[in-house]
């Protein structure tokens, strides 16, 4: 794949809101598995006690918001013992047009390491198994955590930015009420 030039993920900023919700609901508009509510779970998110404004990034193509990724604070509830911290990552949003050109990787590739830098040591997602897989997105399944969604468990998957940092861990995991509200 050729990767699109002049690309520039940087964090986003409080005014970075309108255009990164055009983002969003532009992406999300003609996927079927949608319902539409993307761009009102960042909307709540950005709002909520699970946003840390230095994992919400764009990238930028001259000065056009072209991509959005949001990772939020989630546990991991675990019988008899503290909860850990982990992340969710949702949405992670291209312009349709510029899809195809490497700006989810690069927006990803990004998080991963700012999250890593902030002392995470792992990340839920719930997606397409095929594409988040290339990033070492795992099925939850090979792990004993649950993710509390009511959907196919391969869409269920689970990165360990730092290996085996999830072993021995057993567990559900527990997100922001922004994902029961519009999921
Ligand atoms: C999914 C999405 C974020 C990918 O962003 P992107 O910038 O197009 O992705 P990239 O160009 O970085 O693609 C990286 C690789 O994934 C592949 N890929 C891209 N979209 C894919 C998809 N929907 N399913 C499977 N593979 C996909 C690319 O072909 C590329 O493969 P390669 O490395 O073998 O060449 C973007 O297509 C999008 O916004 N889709 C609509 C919203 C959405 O579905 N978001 C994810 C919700 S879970």
């Known amino acids: 794949m050729k990767y699109l030039e002049g690309i520039r993920i940087r964090k986003a900023l409080t005014s970075d809101l309108p255009g990164i919700l055009s983002v969003v609901k ?33 990238a930028e193509l001259d000065t056009k918001i072209v991509g959005h990724i949001l990772l939020s604070k989630i546990q991991i509830e675990i019988v008899k013992s503290e909860p850990i911290a982990s992340l969710a990552l949702a949405p992670l949003s291209v312009e349709p047009m510029y899809q195809k050109k490497g700006i989810g990787t690069q927006l990803i590739h990004n998080a991963h390491s700012i999250a890593l830098d902030e002392g995470y040591h792992s990340v839920t997602v719930v997606g397409n198994d095929q594409y988040y897989s290339k990033f070492g997105y795992r099925p939850s399944t090979d792990f004993n955590i649950r993710l509390p969604f009511d959907i196919p468990e391969k869409y269920c998957m689970i990165l360990e930015l730092i290996p085996h940092s999830l072993d021995n861990i057993s567990g559900v995991a527990s997100y922001s009420s922004c994902f029961q509200a519009f999921s």
């Open 26 to 58: 532009n992406a999300f508009e003609h996927m079927l598995y949608s319902d539409q509510t993307e761009t009102e779970l960042v909307k709540c998110l950005v709002n909520s006690d699970s946003y840390i404004s230095s994992l919400s990034l764009v």
